[in-house]
């Protein structure tokens, strides 16, 4: 029999969670000839979430979680799922219902046809706003200029991996996750079937304006280093500018004599220069940024509680976890206070 998990990140999603795992479960009972079970990440939420999930686990024993110990993002959270989950496939979805279960049973029927990655594409960007959906284009447009691989549009995390994927994806260790480029770039076997992204069922998202730039800037810095051959294009083409410019004004000198004005031609070119400049120190930071970061070789998420276990990471076999003492014999902190 197959056996199926479905890796859930949850931040701070107390709201949904019951109701979530209601809408999945219904789902998951007319699924026969595979086993499902359920793996819940708390991305170190600060409401009742990990409560709700020992609950869960207790009521129901296809049901996991992982608690990390503290808000990783996304990104680790959903890795953290992905290292933990030992399936045939694994499926990958949020848990505030913007990802219909639903649609499970035909994934898999896709995944056993023979495809290792099954992906679900958004139909409709109509719940957003103009502004986001032009950024949401604007950027998949550049991505796609500057990176080799074919990045899929409107394909979010919403999908199912076969093993082979799951694996691939682990050995994947940068701490800079820009996760939907990764599924790209790992290949595969890609089937893309359409849907329509739900409202979110309840709670609020955690992504803003500034988190979306910040992620376009990831997935950017990430995958390529064209900006980086962009500026030095960039140097040479203003260079070029610069000498010419620079003829010009010897030969009118030479010729003509030069009664001392140009103020705003200086100003101009200054100004320009420096802008020039400084965008290419920006972008060269970036990339140093990124190196520093990853030079230090940190663990991309720590596991604080693995169902109802505390998580110990010795030194010998880490990152390998190892379980300690059950989480019911130390005193509870109430997560509400
Ligand atoms: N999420 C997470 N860690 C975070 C932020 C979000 O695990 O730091 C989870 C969240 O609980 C949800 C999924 O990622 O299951 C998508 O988050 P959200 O709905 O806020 O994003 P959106 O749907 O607006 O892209
Ligand atoms: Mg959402």
Redesign the pocket.
Known sequence: MDKIVIV??????QEVLRQFYAKLSNVLRELQDCSVSCLF?D??SSDATLQILRELSTEDSNVHYRSLSR????ES??LAGLDAADGDAVIL????L?HPPELIPEMISWWRKGYDDVCMKRTDRRDETIFKRMMANLFYRVLQMVSRCTIQRNV??FRLLDRRCVAALRLVRENQRFTKGLFTWIGFRKKELPFHVQP?AA?????NYFALYNLAVEGLTSFTTAPLRLTTFLGLAVSLLAISYMFIVLINALLYGDPVAGYPTLMTVMLFLGGVQLLSLGILGEYLGRVFMESKQRPIYLVAEADGKDVLYAPEDSPERRIVRSVEKRGQLDETE
């Open positions: 859930v990140p949850c931040y701070n999603e990440v991305d170190g808000n990783f993002g996304k959270a959903m979805m949020d848990a505030d913007q979010g995390d979110r709670g609020k998202t955690t992504w």
